[in-house]
């Protein structure tokens, strides 16, 4: 079956730098799509960065150019490396994966059939 772990999470401060990692395996199909995703304190689950396994990386505008996903397969982990983090990117950070293999779904956590257990990110003002 397929398992995930995300872990890296911490109390960094604003404008810092953090990597979470997501231990991942069990894939039974070749096409596949990891995602990250966070929830802060009453705010809806939200699609974060993902990658699928050609490569092709997505994320979400309010991260891009600070984030970055990417994957070591040899390791079976894929990571997120989080810079200039802000107040905003506190949350708790899930990894989560799907066997669907259209774009549009990637970054919706309703579209992922597996999750790890999250990682709190806190960064402090």
């Known amino acids: 079956e397929v398992q995930l772990q995300a872990s890296g999470g911490g109390l960094v401060q604003a404008g810092g730098s953090l990597r979470l990692s997501c231990a991942a395996s069990g894939f039974t199909f070749d096409e596949y799509a990891i995602g990250w995703f966070r929830q802060a304190p009453g705010k809806e689950r939200e699609g974060v960065s993902s990658?699928?396994?050609?490569?092709?990386?997505y994320y979400a505008d309010s991260v891009k150019g600070r984030f970055t996903v990417s994957s070591d397969i040899a390791k079976n982990m894929v990571y997120l490396q989080m810079n200039s983090l802000k107040p905003e990117d506190t949350a708790v950070y899930y990894c989560a994966s799907t066997y669907s293999t259209i774009p549009d779904t990637f970054l919706n956590y309703h579209a992922m059939e597996n999750w790890g257990k999250g990682t709190l990110v806190t960064v402090s003002s």
């Open positions: 990658i699928f396994s050609d490569g092709s990386t």
